[in-house]
């Protein structure tokens, strides 16, 4: 996994959560490499084990009380020791001053010390938020992705098949931009693919023909997003007399983004062809199957049935009408 800077993690945040550097400003270039924040409650009682390298600590209420009722030198001893694992960081939380002996000890180990005057539960709640995009793991993808029917949608395929002529189109029809060219993708912890456009091309688009376009300002802000999840792929290529493609709708591709399996569809670019409204049916085919058993199956079920007791095309069941005799 990644790893996070303080000084980054302070820069992005201290606005937000008023966080000031107390002591062990020379660690600001540790890394945090753990999306989740733990309290060293325990740690400080003693169960030094407990504590997992790499994470931020979190000092709340509970924590400050406990070191207030000890001596300084019982304090500098067990801060001695929690201090000793390798920790990136800690952050007092509700504004609460460190102890002098805990800014020598944190000083001492090069380890920064933070404060910060939010409360704890949502000191935990940011900055559990903030770790999971940051430290989520990333790569790059030569595409476009669009918001099609509020389903990310990443279109695939070698240079000038007509990804950005397609997007184009799904822009007139109502769908939104999230990237072109070039797509920045997260693996979030709860293993949603997440697609982004990087700041130097966000709200742009390069169509042949007629340059660089921003797509914000000649279809407004409703026509662009920051972020999208990545639900479908489609692979765009020129159309091949002597490929097989599937024509019945039961082929079941996938592709691997990040150890994530998507579904993915395969679609033949030919002269004529109206992409954009084949696109959005595919879309809406695919919030079908979310719902249900897929076209294509429901058709296979039907026919497999005879007609006595099945699955209808229209519906997840059906009675066989009454014939002309009966």
């Not at 303080?6 to 107390?22: P, S």
């Not at 001596?71 to 460190?98: E, I, N």
């Not at 897929?294 to 997840?316: E, F, I, N, S």
Request: proline share 6%.
């Amino acid at each position: 996994m990644p790893g996070l800077t303080v000084e980054r993690l302070l820069g992005d945040l201290a606005a937000e959560l008023d966080l000031a550097v107390v002591a062990g400003a020379k660690g600001l270039g540790n890394c945090v490499s753990h999306n989740r924040i733990q309290r060293p409650g325990l740690a400080l009682a003693g169960c030094v084990e407990n504590l997992d390298p790499g994470h931020l600590q979190v000092m709340g209420g509970s924590e400050m009380t406990y070191l207030d009722g000890l001596t300084s030198d019982q304090v500098t001893a067990c801060l001695m020791a929690v201090t000793a694992v390798d920790m990136p960081a800690a952050v007092v939380s509700q504004g609460r001053p460190p102890l002098p002996a805990m800014t020598e000890a944190f000083a001492r180990r090069s380890i920064p010390l933070l404060s910060s005057t939010a409360d704890t539960r949502r000191l935990i709640d940011t900055l559990n938020g903030y770790l999971e995009g940051a430290l989520a793991p990333v790569a790059t993808v030569h595409g476009v992705l669009m918001d099609v029917l509020s389903v990310g949608v990443l279109l695939r395929g070698k240079s000038g098949v007509g990804k950005s002529e397609c997007a184009l189109d799904l822009l007139m029809r109502g769908g939104r931009l999230v990237a072109d060219d070039v797509v920045t993708v997260r693996r979030m912890p709860s293993q949603a693919i997440w697609g982004f456009a990087d700041d130097g091309v966000r709200n742009r688009m390069e169509v042949r023909g007629l340059g660089i376009i921003n797509v914000r300002e000649l279809f407004g802000v409703a026509a662009v997003r920051t972020g999208m999840r990545i639900e479908l792929v489609m692979e765009l290529e020129p159309f091949d007399p002597a490929c097989q493609y599937d024509r019945l709708g039961v082929e079941r591709r996938s592709f691997d983004l990040l150890g994530v399996s998507l579904p993915c569809l395969k679609l033949p670019v030919g002269q004529g062809r109206n992409l954009a409204g084949i696109v959005e049916v595919a879309v809406r085919s695919f919030l079908l199957t979310q719902e249900g058993v897929p076209a294509a199956d429901r058709q296979r079920l039907w026919r497999q049935g005879g007609g006595v007791c099945g699955v209808c095309p229209d519906g997840p069941a059906f009675s066989r009408p009454k014939t002309e005799v009966e």
